[in-house]
T-cell receptor
Framework: DAGITQSPRYKITETGRQVTLMCHQT?????MFWYRQDLGHGLRLIYY???????DKGEVPDGYVVSRSKTENFPLTLESATRSQTSVYFC????????????FGPGTRLTVL | AQSVTQLGSHVSVSEGALVLLRCNYS??????LFWYVQYPNQGLQLLLK??????LVKGINGFEAEFKKSETSFHLTKPSAHMSDAAEYFC??????????FGKGNQVVVIP
């Protein structure tokens, strides 16, 4: 089916481990985004990408790495997970203009023990 | 920098009563404003958006919002709340780099 998907939907890991969250969209949208959602903070932008091989930092990038070798994929890696990275992570995409809607994936709930 | 203020993290409304969620923004460029809704255990979906056309914007599920430049506001309303409106609502403003700055959200509880 067309749309934006995230995997895994739930993940439990331990402090210090590397974790990669996957995001895939089938619309060939130019822009892709990673957000984290925490109680009392709303959604905060981690990284975004304007096109393949173009990425940029958002509001809270520390401890995260992204890549975008293909337009449709935008993985987010936690290089050494910390408890403060326990959160719900959302991927989103948009066609690209300032007025375009962002379409969100279903989210990944990550718990770091 | 662009930012959004949503007051009152939890909003309770009786079924059939007016839903009013307030959003004030600051923006150094002409604003593009959005309201998103998040149902439990789901991602966000667009309710409506303002993109410099009509100041009264109608969205899905009977919601509408009015852009008021003089008040830097984009409040969301619905005349009559339904049980299905129970969700979290986020106001957002787009900055000049095509990024969204979100408010902290309003959790709406509908009382039967």
């Amino acid at each position: 089916d067309a749309g934006i998907t995230q995997s895994p939907r739930y993940k439990i890991t331990e402090t210090g481990r590397q974790v990669t969250l996957m995001c895939h969209q089938t619309w060939s949208h130019s822009y892709m985004f990673w957000y984290r959602q925490d109680l009392g903070h709303g959604l905060r932008l981690i990284y975004y990408s304007a096109a393949a091989d173009i990425t940029d930092k958002g509001e809270v990038p520390d401890g995260y790495v992204v890549s975008r070798s293909k337009t449709e994929n935008f993985p987010l890696t936690l290089e050494s997970a910390t408890r403060s990275q326990t959160s719900v992570y959302f991927c989103a995409s948009s066609e690209g203009s300032y007025t375009d809607t962002q379409y969100f994936g279903p989210g990944t709930r990550l718990t770091v023990l | 920098a662009q930012s959004v203020t949503q007051l009152g993290s939890h909003v309770s409304v009786s079924e059939g009563a007016l839903v009013l969620l307030r959003c004030n923004y600051s923006s150094s460029v002409p604003p593009y404003l959005f309201w998103y809704v998040q149902y439990p255990n789901q991602g966000l979906q667009l309710l409506l958006k303002y993109t410099s056309a009509a100041t009264l914007v109608k969205g899905i599920n009977g919601f509408e919002a009015e852009f008021k430049k003089s008040e830097t506001s984009f409040h969301l309303t619905k005349p009559s709340a339904h049980m299905s409106d129970a969700a979290e609502y986020f106001c957002a403003v787009r900055d000049g780099n095509n990024r969204l700055a979100f408010g902290k959200g309003n959790q709406v509880v509908v009382i039967p």
